[in-house]
């Protein structure tokens, strides 16, 4: 199993920045892509953000730019730096990890973007 714990949500203001993270622990071991999705009210959880365990970037077109994740593999954390937020920014952002042939979640943190 893999527990994921993100953290660094809250209430920004237009044009502000926030960084997201997403501590990992357990059987951590071939953890291979880590990842921030986000799910708006009334919205389908969409892909923000990914990373693989070479380093390997993939961004959704709305936040290319604006978003950059980066992950530690010595502290077992990826982050998700936040800049020039839109209100349209605004979700519960869930950290994900995938391991083998499974997939883990963390428990999302909120982000709102709002002046």
């Known amino acids: 199993q893999v527990q994921l714990v993100e953290s660094g949500g809250g209430l920004v203001q237009p044009g502000g920045s926030r960084r997201l993270s997403c501590a990992a622990s357990?059987?951590?071991?071939?953890?291979?892509?880590m990842g921030w999705y986000r799910q708006a009210a009334e919205k389908e959880r969409e892909l923000v953000a990914s990373?693989?365990?070479?380093?390997?970037?993939n961004y959704a077109e709305s936040v290319k730019g604006r978003f950059t994740i980066s992950r530690d593999n010595a502290k077992n954390t990826v982050y998700l730096q936040m800049n020039s937020l839109k209100p349209e920014d605004t979700a519960v952002y869930y950290c994900?990890?995938?391991?083998?042939?499974?997939?883990?979640w963390g428990q999302g943190t909120q982000v709102t973007v709002s002046s």
């Open positions: 990373i693989t365990n070479a380093g390997s970037r």
């Open positions: 357990g059987s951590i071991g071939s953890i291979s892509d």
């Open positions: 994900q990890a995938v391991r083998f042939s499974y997939i883990y």
